[in-house]
């Protein structure tokens, strides 16, 4: 995903155009007076529409602050309330389903191995250690397995059966240590939710998100062996990621109900891992930026985020077909984030 927040190219201010480091110069400073920011009423979304006019890969922004939305807008796109591909923003959804699962006792915690939660998962000639991998392995992203993300990932998905793939994909590192950003460990989860639960990840994402959200939650893709893909793929309306983003940032409460606990929601946000290619810190299922925020992450520039401390949620989509590198459109976003979003809280 490349590197965090620098790099090339052009950033909008104002009604002109400047490079990148006259702009990001500014904002930091800026930034170390937030209260000064804050005191200039309507600054930052003056800053912040003009700043959409620069970025045409941007499809919505929403911003939520203390449960009212305060920016909406989709200038470009299919709009707030048509479905969207959340990509990669699907794992930080399975991240919280674990946490249900957790919650009602159907696993006994995130130290539980996949051969105790989910043994018919593996397969005979499964990779040695393979059945050892616990379930904090799997949503943090180090489980040890050869990655299937990346260009490794149309192979994956050509193969017969997704789960054996990846389950005998050799060790490249000890499980438990260094982050390797793989949608096939992600699935892996999914499935052995689904095992430990005895319903399929759909019909969780429904009762356990959808209902309690009051969102849509549609059928999307499929393994051959009929499990659904935990990882990717996953559709919401934009209004719909705006709410898991509230969500998150009421410590897993909505609407007056506790959908996913808060000691769960808590050790969601402790660092586990850290990118090799953005730098920002991971928990279970979730980036955490050196600003504060929370954020579930997908290909193309789709953002589900939360920022505790200045009561702020977020989502964000983009077009899904184009990349969104670290160094690049995601880095754009990140500064959006850190700039005149935050300057809103």
Known sequence: MGGLLDGGGLCWHGRGMMKRRSFCTGLGAALTAPGVARAQAGSWEAELRVALEGMPQLHSLQIDRGNEVIFADAPRGPGLDRLANIKSCSKSLVALLLGTALDRGEIAGVSATLAEVAPGLLPRDATPGAGEITMEDLVTLRAGLERTSGANYGEW????????????????????????????????????????????????????????????????????????????????????????????????????????????MAASVEPRARSPWSGLSYGYGWFLSPSGYVLGRGYG????????????????????TRPARSEGYFGDLMRLLDGPILAAG
């Open 301 to 320: 520039g789709q953002i589900i985020a939360a920022h505790r401390d200045r009561g702020l949620a977020v989502a964000i989509t983009s077009d899904p």
């Open 157 to 264: 998905v050509q193969s017969p059966n997704w789960l054996a793939d990846a389950l005998r994909r050799p060790m490249v590192a000890r499980p438990g240590t260094r982050m390797l950003y793989s949608t096939g460990s992600t699935h892996i989860l999914g499935a052995a939710l689904s095992e430990a639960t005895g319903q399929s990840l759909l019909r969780l994402a429904r009762d356990r998100l959808g209902g309690p959200l009051g969102i849509e939650i549609p059928a999307w893709t499929r393994d051959p062996q009929g499990y659904y893909l935990g990882g990717n793929e996953m559709a919401l309306r934009p209004t719909a990621m705006l709410k898991i983003a509230r969500m998150l940032r009421d410590n897993g409460a909505f609407g007056g109900q506790q959908v996913v606990s808060e000691a769960f």
